[in-house]
């Protein structure tokens, strides 16, 4: 399991999504019962955009995606949080800016496996 360090740049746009899984069964009457789907049942997701410079910066950033991408949760602090935990990466988008810059956009879903 791969470790994102706090040393890359988070560009501002970069955000969460939060939303709960709930079962939900609707009878013919109208009436429809919820209840919350397992204990883990919180799912956050960062939409989350690095940049530090040129390609030769982030060749380790991209090195960690590609080695837990799919497979691995990788440990990454989220901006809103105050220590590292279990998040995995499914694809990830890199872009190369004017001036070799290099921007790498990863999706990070929470792991609770």
């Given at each position: 399991?791969?470790s994102i360090?706090n ?5 501002a ?5 939060i939303s709960?899984r709930?079962?939900?069964v609707q009878y013919?009457d109208?009436?429809?019962?919820r ?6 049942n ?8 690095f ?13 960690i995606i590609?080695n ?7 440990l990454w602090q ?14 990830y988008?890199k872009?190369?800016r004017?001036g ?8 990070f879903?929470?792991y609770?496996?």
């Amino acid at each position: 399991m791969g470790s994102i360090p706090n040393t890359y740049t988070i560009l501002a746009d970069s955000g969460a999504q939060i939303s709960r899984r709930v079962r939900k069964v609707q009878y013919g009457d109208g009436y429809t019962m919820r209840a919350l789907d397992g204990l883990n049942n919180v799912i956050k997701s960062w939409d989350v955009t690095f940049t530090q410079g040129t390609s030769g910066d982030m060749w380790e950033l991209e090195q960690i995606i590609l080695n837990d991408m799919g497979i691995v949760p990788t440990l990454w602090q989220a901006p809103d949080e105050n220590v590292p935990s279990r998040w995995m990466i499914e694809n990830y988008r890199k872009t190369i800016r004017a001036g070799m810059i290099v921007e790498i956009s990863v999706n990070f879903t929470r792991y609770y496996g």
